[in-house]
């Protein structure tokens, strides 16, 4: 399972059990839509947990505010069956913002490939120092 990605700060123990179940599920179906040629890209609920992260650390402009609101307002509303109140509600962005908000999508992909990829190359590299060590030792005899 590829990590979930979250701004830097000390923020990520916070994350709510809801949403930590919320990702998982939403890239199965990301997968699935892959499977029909749609582009591979983060979910919904991976861009609300990062933004979630990240405006704990400071406050975002109005820009990223909208995109937050409406992006957590999706998953809210349909991980927890809540209905969001009409004062914070965002129903649609800018094109600007729904650019932006793709351009995180995708950004947050590359993150959670590029440490996939690490952890990979870390397991290998970890299976290999063991088995070199478990290996029994050769005698080198010189010529």
């Given at each position: 399972m590829d990590p979930i990605i979250v701004w830097p700060g000390g923020w990520e123990d916070t994350l709510p059990?809801?949403?930590?179940?919320?990702?998982?599920?939403?890239?199965?179906?990301q997968n699935m839509r892959a499977l029909k040629?749609?582009?591979?890209?983060?979910?919904?609920a991976e861009?609300?947990?990062?933004?979630?992260?990240?405006?704990?650390?400071?406050?975002?402009?109005?820009?990223?505010?909208?995109?937050?609101l409406y992006i957590a307002g999706k998953v809210v509303a349909r991980a927890q069956n809540v209905q969001?109140?009409?004062?914070i509600k965002v129903d649609s962005l800018s094109d600007d913002q729904m650019r932006d908000l793709q351009e995180l999508k995708d950004w947050i992909y590359q993150r959670r490939l590029k440490r996939r990829q690490e952890?990979?190359?870390?397991?290998?590299?970890?299976?290999?120092?063991?088995?070199?060590?478990?290996?029994p030792e050769q005698l080198k005899l010189g010529v």
């Open positions: 059990e809801w949403i930590k179940t919320e990702i998982p599920l939403e890239r199965l179906a040629g749609e582009k591979m890209t983060a979910t919904d861009v609300c947990a990062y933004l979630y992260t990240r405006s704990l650390e400071s406050p975002m402009d109005r820009d990223w505010t909208q995109i937050y969001i109140p009409d004062d952890r990979r190359r870390a397991e290998k590299a970890k299976a290999r120092a063991e088995a070199e060590a478990a290996a």
